[in-house]
């Protein structure tokens, strides 16, 4: 023991120690006489323990050397913790915190009058996790340098119990200064730190690579998808510029036929199937749009525990009595900018695909809350980015997916249910839709076991845009002449007998050429002008860029089935009503722009 303590006495400032004890006694033997020593040398000294149990220990054996700790502690010499008190408050560690924890307090003693720092301490908690270890085994090699450049004195303490060979070779290997039995003695075994560190810098880097390779990896999958999806889009849109016009026939004469036939019960029975018929059709052509990201959409602040909570009865009616059905909402959560009714979209589908996978008995949990992603999450996601979202989490209980099937779930068409029992537009629409709102879908399924959907969309600070519902108002008898624009014979003829039987005088032509040559025969008589945007010759948009040069007072009201060229329109403030719409609500528009009050944006 004086053996040792004598050692001790002759190590000099800037030292890097590292002892390697198998029981208190020889943890004490190095430790204590180390601190004693500085405390007579004028210097400050730090002593760091695992857990506050410790800290009696230490003072007890400190007292027993002749040391008064009270005084020492009160008068800053002395400074007894732990490590979640010092270099590890915040639960994490880092070689370069521990490192600049180290030079901190050097600057501290000095400022204080202290000739030096010494500090010693167990590193127990870190050899025990290999990860742990790793980051700890960097800052013992680094700190070498950093002791010898500032003068700091330190002591580390190893427990060869809890650590395997392999560890605690290592650790000898990264220290200048070893204790061994009762001497202190240059270490042989001691490796340079850039020669210790090479190789564990080397599989770092091969680390980085590899993770670069797997990014480049998804990122060239979400490449393949996007291609496939514009392609998918292109034909779409096309299918639903043709199918909407038809659509648009059907519905509106059904809306037409039921206003007559109110008094003939039997007859308007049929006419409200074929309506009904029409519009889930037109309902099919949406979700088509929708998962190929061309859906029309009308965004604003938006409270998503809200829109879950408003939907509640209906989503209880999908489920079976049997079924457990939970919602749980923050009410802390913030605001998203989507829109309402893609919103209730993408819950009733996460909802029906729930339902769909649990049995008798089964259990389906809806929860919102907010989440902060960060970099190694985003890293592991595709289309995630760092920053504050508001997740929607929809979880069941029941069969669960294999790898293959998650692979291909978002997959346009892709069902693993029964033929006859869903179309695959389901999630395919889903995804578009919460790409499309900038957001990211995270998954978790194992067979057997149940799944979750945890959908993140960006969360947006800002008070709450209070929604008033759009009513379509039972439209009164109007006056005024309009002109309606459209290539498409059924569309056009149903429009004008829509308008003519509200009491306007109606013309009509099949392209943009046509009307201006109208416009010209018959200037200053046209109130409005209701033009497709898609049609030969001249289109919607050519037309309007006409008339508002030529003549301004005349108001246009845009109709589609589908266009590109819908969203540049809208931010100009533009009215646009979609195809196929309802008869009260395309009167309901015209009579607002013939009043000189419309509502801009999109019907």
């Known amino acids: 023991m004086t053996r040792l303590v004598d050692a001790l006495e002759l190590v000099e400032a800037g030292g890097h120690i590292c002892s390697i004890y198998a029981s208190v006694e020889e943890q004490f033997a190095s430790a204590i006489p180390f601190t004693r020593i500085g405390l007579e040398r004028g210097e400050r000294c730090m002593y760091i323990v695992e857990e506050e149990c410790d800290l009696e220990a230490v003072q007890i054996a400190l007292r027993d050397v002749g040391v008064d700790v009270s005084a020492a502690i009160r008068s800053g010499a002395f400074v007894l913790s732990t490590k979640a008190q010092s270099y590890l408050r915040d639960g994490h560690f880092s070689p370069e915190r521990m490192l600049a924890f180290w030079k901190t307090e050097l600057q501290r003693a000095r400022k204080d009058g202290y000739s030096g720092f010494r500090g010693t301490g167990v590193a127990d908690c870190v050899t025990l996790s290999s990860r742990g270890f790793t980051q700890w085994i960097e800052y013992e090699s680094l700190a070498t340098n950093t002791f010898a450049e500032t003068g700091c004195l330190c002591l580390c303490q190893y427990d060869r119990r809890i650590s395997s060979p392999e560890l605690v070779l290592d650790v000898i290997r990264a220290h200048p200064i070893v204790i061994c039995g009762d001497t202190v003695c240059q270490n042989f075994y001691f490796v340079p730190p850039d020669e210790f560190l090479a190789p564990r810098r080397a599989e770092r880097e091969i680390d980085s690579i590899l993770r670069t390779l797997k990014q480049h990896e998804r990122a060239g999958e979400h490449l393949r998808k996007v291609h496939r999806m514009e392609a998918m889009g292109h034909l779409a849109g096309g299918i639903a510029h043709d199918f909407n016009n038809l659509m648009a026939v059907v519905t509106g004469y059904s809306h037409l036929l039921e206003e007559s036939l109110r008094d003939n019960p039997p007859l308007l029975e049929k006419v409200e199937q074929i309506r009904k018929a029409g519009d889930q059709a037109s309902s099919l052509t949406r979700q088509l749009l929708a998962f ?136 395919a629409m889903v995804d578009g839709i919460v790409e499309q709102m900038g957001g990211f879908i995270a998954i978790e399924s194992e067979v057997e ?30 006056t005024g002449t309009i002109l309606v624009v459209e290539d498409q014979e059924g569309i056009q003829l149903m429009v004008s007998e829509i308008l003519r039987r509200r009491g306007y005088t109606v013309s009509s032509v099949r392209n943009g050429r046509e009307a201006l040559a109208l416009l010209e025969n018959n200037a200053g008589q046209i109130d409005l002008v209701i033009t497709d945007l898609a049609m030969p010759i001249m289109g919607g948009v050519e037309l309007a860029n006409t008339l508002r040069v030529s003549y301004p007072k005349v108001k246009i009201l845009y109709m589609s089935g589908y266009a590109d060229d819908i969203p540049a329109l809208l931010s100009f403030g533009h009215i646009f009503i979609e195809k196929p719409f309802e008869p009260n609500l395309l009167l309901q528009k015209v009579s607002e722009l013939l009043r000189g009050a419309p509502k801009s944006g999109l019907a």
């Open 292 to 427: 190929t990201r061309k859906q029309m959409v009308q965004p604003r602040l938006l409270d998503l525990s809200s829109a879950v909570e408003s939907l509640k009865k209906m989503l209880r009616l999908l489920l079976s009595e049997d079924t457990e059905f939970v919602i749980e909402h923050d009410p802390r959560a913030g605001l998203i900018y989507a829109d309402r009714g893609q919103i209730d979209q993408v819950i009733m589908n996460l909802v029906i695909n729930a339902r769909d996978a649990i049995s008798k008995g089964g259990k389906i949990d809806i929860r919102v809350s907010d989440y902060v992603v960060d970099e190694e999450y985003a890293g592991h996601h595709l289309r995630a980015k760092p920053g504050p979202f508001v997740c929607l989490t929809v979880a069941d209980n029941g069969c669960g997916m294999n790898k293959e099937t998650l692979e291909r779930i978002f997959e346009p068409f892709f069902s693993t249910k029964l033929e006859g029992k869903g179309t695959g537009l389901g999630l």
């Open 449 to 478: 076991h149940g799944t979750t959907f945890n959908v993140y969309f960006p969360r947006i600070e800002g008070a709450v845009i209070s929604e008033s519902e759009s009513q379509i108002l039972e439209p009164t008898y109007g």
